[in-house]
Nanobody, 125 residues
Framework: QVQLVESGGGLVQPGGSLTLSCTAS???????VAWFRQAPGKEREGVSQ????????YYLDSVKGRFTISRDSRKNTVSLQMDDLRPEDTAVYYC???????????????????WGQGTQVTVSS
């Protein structure tokens, strides 16, 4: 069973930054990885995704220009740099990894088999 572990969540003021990191018990470069989030009373949504073979990325419209997803092969991590955070970014953020070679252009939860436990991000003054 593949284990994913997220870190880096916390409380930040509006306009601040956080970096979420996800590491796995399996080498991540071969697999698509995505970040999802779920706010209270809302459905889980795909925030960002990075493909495996060409590192093509996807961002939710509301985070474009503010969030950046990246891989660090040496550390076997996928990070989500979040800048200019807004109160509406408050949610539990989940890292997910797919064992598929080909996945949809936008992150779909049912295409991801492995999930982390989630990390809370709270943006508040």
């Amino acid at each position: 069973q593949v284990q994913l572990v997220e870190s880096g969540g916390g409380l930040v003021q509006p306009g601040g930054s956080l970096t979420l990191s996800c590491t796995a018990s399996k080498f991540m470069d071969y697999y698509p990885v995505a970040w999802f989030r779920q706010a209270p009373g809302k459905e889980r949504e795909g925030v960002s995704q990075i493909h495996s073979h060409d590192s093509r990325t996807y961002y939710l419209d509301s985070v474009k220009g503010r969030f950046t997803i990246s891989r660090d092969s040496r550390k076997n991590t996928v990070s989500l740099q979040m800048d200019d955070l807004r109160p509406e970014d408050t949610a539990v953020y989940y890292c997910a990894m797919s064992k598929r070679t080909l996945i949809s252009t936008t992150p779909l939860a049912n295409e991801y088999e492995y999930w982390g436990q989630g990390t809370q991000v709270t943006v508040s003054s």
